[in-house]
């Protein structure tokens, strides 16, 4: 088994992880191997997993030439492995390491896609979980499968892995991606664990353009609200021209400058949503369309 750890700026988690996961693995008389993928970290990251691949010839290591972002960083390690199956986890210990025995032995029982998932949700604020709540379950409409507890803390065999690296676009998202792939799927409950060290890497203001970007990137409908939204101003429209016309055919001038005022103000602002609905998805498209790669490794061990 090869165990995937995205890491960014967690120097004081790269030991501990080696220790636990090695640890539990080594108890279970499981063969692995850790890839860390060091996502272009700002502090020692890369010092201690060069150390611990000294000491350590179970641990392996990818640097990026700057940070991409913990989706690059997964799909790099994922590409490394060469296990025949292929587990991804955070490397600040917040996916404990002993969920991995079990979700082996679902690997062994012969299903391809483990995914871990949450029994509950750990220390988080009410808008956060509330905002959580929103966002999968608009994610769970686009994807049709159930993400409301979904994480990032998977096992994949071999198969199920090749089918996702074979996914030629530029815009990922892991954890939907794995279920999206499809093969013999499982489920294996965790708590999520406190962060020992280090902080989370995500602000409110990160979170909001991640659910957004996520959503865009499985589902067109919001593209598809904007069309509702002309539907619906449309009645009015045959309506208020109707209106107007009869009271021009009867002599009364239209007064109405209120309603002249908002119907202004009311389609402005629509018009400008949906141009910003459809440019999103235009930026999406030009991504997509540049065929940049989605990561550069500077330095491999
Ligand atoms: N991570 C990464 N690149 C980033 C941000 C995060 O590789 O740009 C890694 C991070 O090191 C950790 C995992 O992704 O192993 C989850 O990040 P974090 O703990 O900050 O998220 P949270 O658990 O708070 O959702
Ligand atoms: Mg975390």
């Not at 032995?105 to 009410?126: A, F, T």
Request: glycine share 8%.
């Amino acid at each position: 088994m090869t165990v995937v750890l995205p890491a960014y700026n967690e120097q004081d988690n790269i030991d501990r992880a080696v220790g636990a996961i090695g640890q539990v693995l080594s108890d279970a008389g499981i063969n692995y191997d850790l890839i860390f993928v060091d996502d272009g970290s700002r502090d020692l990251t890369w010092k201690r997993i060069d150390e611990a691949a000294a000491r350590d010839n179970h641990v392996h290591g990818v640097s990026f030439s700057r940070n991409f972002g913990k989706e690059a960083a997964v799909l790099a390690g994922v590409a490394q492995a060469d296990g025949d199956c292929v587990a991804v986890m955070d490397c600040d210990l917040q996916h404990p390491a002993e969920t991995l025995v079990p979700m082996y032995q679902k690997w062994q029982e012969g299903y391809e896609v483990i995914e871990g998932v949450k029994k509950s949700r750990g220390d988080e604020s009410k808008f956060h979980k509330a905002s959580a709540r929103s966002f999968y379950t608009i994610m769970s409409k686009a994807t049709g499968v159930d993400m409301s507890r979904a994480s990032d803390f998977k096992l994949m065999d071999r198969r199920a892995v090749d089918a996702l690296l074979s996914l030629p676009e530029y815009h990922t998202f892991f954890r939907a991606l794995s279920s999206w792939v499809g093969f013999a799927t499982t489920e294996v409950e965790f708590d999520v664990a406190e962060r020992v060290a280090g902080e989370s890497k995500w602000s409110t203001g990160k979170l909001i353009k991640y659910a957004i970007n996520n959503i865009m990137e499985f589902s067109s409908a919001p593209m598809q609200l904007v069309t509702w939204a002309g539907g619906i101003f449309f009645v009015f429209a045959v309506i208020l021209a109707i209106q107007t016309l009869v009271r021009y055919a009867m002599g009364d001038s239209a007064g109405g400058f209120t309603t002249v005022i908002l119907l202004i103000l009311i389609t402005g602002s629509i018009i400008m949503i949906a141009l910003g609905i459809i440019g999103t998805y235009l930026e999406k498209i030009y991504d997509e369309t540049k065929r940049r790669p989605r990561y550069i490794v500077s330095k491999k061990i």
